[in-house]
């Protein structure tokens, strides 16, 4: 039955080009705005843990007053070495993180970016370049540049692919680039640096050896994360958080969500963009109805029922739906390549996020259809006489 109406209601939509054109426009710019909304939301949350993704590690130890990457608090190593005596851990590696300035060598414009410092003789990070250059830090004041850092930091990763010495000032100590690795730029860092842990400590020569900012536990193969993870919480002192790699994601994309204005902005923003469609779909909806209320009055004198008619509407709506989505997911890949060129964050359209949107509209436009349709109420069929 729903597919024989479909006729009637293409019909009717199709009467007024220039109505028609005004509501997939609508449909499209409110697909846009979620579109765009949760892209930027989606990148907010995988920029911020892909470093946290390349750990080549089980299970994470950082100090309880940590919140994020961000506001890291250091803890003792000790207690990461403590962490040997369960039989299950295989190996443990301290890391050291920290933000600094950076000054651009071209213009010397200084901006901040996020320093790891790790023992070049672990490969403990899962990230392209890492492996054929981690052991040139080693040598005093060489470091690893991100090449996908935001270009504010200079020409670093052309020049140096063009074979050219690379120096910078990095808190006021001339720094050398010995190779390039890819990580991305963050809403958290617009760049980034890896180095040796002794090259780290002789950046920050303020910092005390020992006090870490995260311990990684690597353990034996076989071994449960969540069980040795359970095992270590009531082991190790309270003043560190025994989190598994996986918990460890969640942790930082919770901070995010829900204890940042940014999470919070761009929901509000995709929620917006659903209200902003469900207005111009049923503006364009109860104006159909009201032009042609003669016409179902008719529809309804001669036997047909309001549960037809609302059929129809209904109809109507999923076809505007499916009509302006397409230009809306169109225009939508182009304004990633764009966002995605200008920032260098990971914007790009997902799956699951194309399927989202698309059934946010169905039911943008069957809700605003819903309430339009009240009007057929008042097609009375006395009117017609």
Partial sequence: ??????????????????????????????????FMQLGFRDSLYYSNVRFHSSLNGDIVLINSKSSALLSMKRFSQRRLYKAKDLKSVEAVYPIYLDYTSWKNPIN???????????????????????????EKTQLPNVVLYDRSSRQEYGPIAAQFDKGKLVTAEVRRRLIKVGGLFTLGASFGADGNLITSDVNFLRIFNHRQRGLIDLGLIKLKPGE???????????????????????????????????????????????????????????????????????????????????????????????????LGYIPGVIFSLFLYESAKSATLLPVFMSLSRAFLVLILTIIMCFFSGSIAVRRLRHADPADIF
Avoid: C
């Fill in 224 to 322: 449960n994360p969540q069980l040795v993870a359970q095992q270590l919480k009531k082991y190790l002192s309270k003043d560190v958080k025994v989190l598994t790699k996986q918990e460890y994601i969640e942790f930082e994309r919770n901070f995010w969500a829900s204890s940042t204005a940014i999470g919070f902005i761009f929901t509000l923003g995709t929620i917006m963009g659903f209200i902003v469609g469900i207005v111009i779909v049923y503006q364009i909806l109860y104006t159909e109805v009201a032009d042609h209320l003669t016409e179902y009055a008719t529809l309804k004198a001669i036997g047909y029922t309001q549960k037809y008619l609302l059929i129809v509407i209904l109809q109507e709506a999923l076809i505007l739906a499916l």
């Fill in 1 to 34: 039955m729903f597919g024989k109406k479909i006729p009637l209601a293409w019909l009717q939509i199709k009467r007024e080009k220039t109505r028609l054109a005004v509501a997939l426009a609508g449909i499209a710019f409110a697909d846009i705005l979620m």
């Fill in 108 to 134: 010397g414009i200084p901006r901040n970016l996020l320093i790891i410092g790790i023992n070049p003789k672990n490969k403990i990070l899962n990230l392209p370049g890492i492996a054929e250059n981690l």
